[in-house]
């Protein structure tokens, strides 16, 4: 499938401070560019099951680049978000405004360390 992701500003909506330093956390060079490895350890923050994060790399890198680019990571936090809430995984929904994806390293206070190592198993 070879879509066009919406905006970054289209799909953070109200929350663009806050998927602006999520973007950060994970490319803090700006580079444009997120590695499959480093979205993983980060999309796993989200608590979702891997069946539900490989539906929303999928929808997040429609070209099959292998990272995600901001574009893409904006997309991938907003899937998250959507599941988290109760709706349907589907770029279609992007423009709801919904509450901000839940992620396990915002909590900060009394969370677990985060362990950013990706095991053997989980590399594809």
């Given at each position: 499938m070879m879509g066009m992701l919406p905006s970054p500003?289209?799909?953070?909506?109200s929350h663009t401070a806050l998927y602006e330093a999520l973007y950060r956390q994970v490319d803090p060079a700006e580079t444009d560019c997120v590695s499959a490895a480093e979205a993983a350890?980060?999309?796993?923050?989200?608590?979702?099951?891997?069946?539900?994060?490989?539906?929303?790399?999928?929808?997040?890198?429609?070209?099959?680049?292998?990272?995600?680019?901001?574009?893409?990571?904006y997309v991938a936090l907003k899937l998250i978000a959507l599941h988290q809430n109760g709706n349907d995984i589907t770029l279609s929904?992007?423009?709801?405004?919904?509450?901000?994806?839940?992620?396990?390293?915002?909590?900060?206070?009394?969370?677990?360390a985060i362990d950013w190592n990706i095991k053997a198993s989980e590399k594809k």
């Open positions: 500003s289209q799909v953070a909506r350890a980060f999309l796993k923050c989200s608590g979702l099951p891997d069946v539900i994060l490989s539906k929303i790399w999928d929808l997040s890198d429609p070209q099959g680049k292998g990272f995600l680019d901001k574009k893409g990571f929904n992007m423009s709801l405004d919904i509450p901000p994806p839940q992620l396990q390293t915002l909590s900060g206070r009394n969370s677990p």
